[in-house]
């Protein structure tokens, strides 16, 4: 259940039960969010479609280490075969009306340059084309399907969900069934980031 507030751009996090979800009876605007959420760190703050925003704490220990295994990797392509990798420090306002934060995502040189500085600067005003979610101890694995199902439906062309404790890495793609694979060595983006391929085995060694 959301908690009603006239504005949240006064909240105060301080002795507030985490995980947190607030609906403002006005949706804050982007630039709103964008200094609520640089006031706020190192919470993760996204608003949905609803407009309402759900607040969270920051991710553990071995959650940020599985996603730098990703990142770097990611980052590590993007610098040699183009294409802009973003960590989970970015959100993307997506055609929804959701600001929403991957753990870590590409969008190609084209669509990137497409964008004014004003909107690089903010929250991009678009889907990332490939996005990956590493599943932390916290996360609710219905929420985090239901995510990766909403990053699709937003233009998403590539999604991975990778989840260590299952050992998994569940590939989800526009108009075709999710594939589960269990503790790959690689996963290899055959759209995208073509040709992008994660080494995984660090993954299931923690």
């Known amino acids: 259940m959301a908690a009603l507030l006239e ?20 949706p804050m605007s982007d630039s709103e969010l964008l200094e609520f959420s640089s006031r706020h760190q190192p919470f993760r703050i996204e608003r949905n479609a609803k407009g309402e925003l759900e607040i969270m704490t920051p991710v553990g220990g071995r959650g940020s280490w599985f996603e730098g295994i990703v990142i770097s990797q ?8 183009g294409g802009y990798a973003f960590s989970s420090g970015a959100g ?23 964008l004014t500085p004003e909107q690089q600067t903010g929250f991009p005003p678009l889907c990332p084309e490939f996005i990956v979610e590493v599943r932390s101890a916290s996360d609710s694995l219905g929420q985090l399907e239901a995510k990766m199902q909403q990053w699709l439906a937003n ?16 590939v989800l793609r526009p108009g075709r069934d999710a594939e589960a694979i269990l503790r790959p060595e690689r ?3 055959e759209t995208g980031p ?13």
């Open 7 to 26: 504005h949240p751009t006064e909240l105060k996090l301080d002795g507030i039960a985490l995980p947190a979800v607030v609906r403002p009876s006005v």
């Open 155 to 170: 233009g998403a062309r590539l999604a991975w969900l990778i989840d260590p404790q299952r050992e998994l890495v569940v």
């Open 74 to 81: 990611l980052g590590n392509w993007a610098r040699v075969n």
């Open 92 to 114: 993307f306002s997506l055609p929804d009306g959701s600001v929403l934060s991957p753990d870590a995502s590409w969008v190609s040189a084209g669509v990137w340059a497409a």
């Open 187 to 189: 996963v290899v983006a």
């Open 194 to 206: 073509i040709g992008f391929e994660l080494s995984c085995e660090q993954l299931w060694q923690a």
